[in-house]
């Protein structure tokens, strides 16, 4: 079955450390998102990229990477520059263009706590 | 700027009928989609609305007003599963690219 794959499901971090966060899809879909959920709060915009080698900042990018070296995945990095990066993280992909009733599709998410 | 607002929290009864509310002031809008999230778990897309009117699928319907900046989600024969987060996001420009309300919880009763 086609899908979107977040690993690992739940993520330590240490001080100082980076880690990254795997998405891949076999939807064959062009557009990839990465979001932030904080409890209680909606879903914030990281990253996202519309093609290969390509991607723009979201509404909080600040203490993030991303690479799309492949239309499959799209990792986030998230670096020690991020002083608060306790959260649910959600990737999603969709088809590129806006123009139709498809929506975009989620994985199960990365919980990524500070040790 | 780009807003999006719906109440934070709802408490319904089994088997009644319940409407969450979502009213946004964005540029370019073009289209508002409706999704259900159980707590630590992915969001699932329930509807999508484009043009004003109603789309019903099912127990769940979606009403968009274009003019008034205004859409509903009506869920119909509460039953206790549909306890979860509702999370109204509009399409903005002719990109795929979302933009989130911070979601409705929404608890039904037995």
């Known amino acids: 079955d086609g899908g979107i794959t977040q690993s690992p499901k739940y993520l330590f971090r240490k001080e100082g450390q980076n880690v990254t966060l795997s998405c891949e899809q076999n939807?064959?879909?062009?557009?990839m998102y990465w979001y932030r959920q904080d409890p209680g709060q909606g879903l914030r915009l990281i990253y996202y990229?519309?093609?290969?080698?390509?991607?723009q900042k979201g509404d909080i990018a600040e203490g993030y990477s991303v690479s799309r070296e492949k239309k499959e995945s799209f990792p986030l990095t998230v670096t020690s520059a991020q002083k608060n990066p306790t959260a649910f993280y959600l990737c999603?992909?969709?088809?590129?263009?806006?123009?139709?009733?498809?929506?975009?599709?989620f994985g199960d998410g990365t919980r990524l706590s500070i040790l | 700027g780009q807003n999006i607002d719906q109440p934070t929290e709802m408490t319904a009864t089994e088997g009644a009928i319940v409407q969450i509310n979502c009213t946004y002031q964005?540029?370019?809008?073009?289209?508002l989609f409706w999704y259900q999230q159980h707590a630590g778990e992915a969001p699932t897309f329930l509807s999508y609305n484009v043009l004003d009117g109603l789309e019903e699928k099912g127990r769940f319907s979606s009403f968009l007003s274009r003019s008034k900046g205004y859409s509903y989600l009506l869920l119909k024969e509460l039953q206790m599963k549909d306890s979860a987060s509702y999370l109204c996001?509009?399409?903005?420009?002719?990109?795929?690219?979302?933009?989130f309300g911070t979601g409705t919880l929404l608890a039904v009763q037995p």
């Open positions: 964005t540029s370019g809008f073009n289209g």
């Open positions: 990229s519309q093609i290969v080698n390509d991607f």
């Open positions: 999603a992909s969709s088809i590129r263009q806006g123009s139709s009733n498809q929506p975009q599709h």
């Open positions: 996001a509009v399409r903005v420009g002719a990109t795929n690219k979302l933009i």
């Open positions: 939807l064959n879909h062009d557009a």
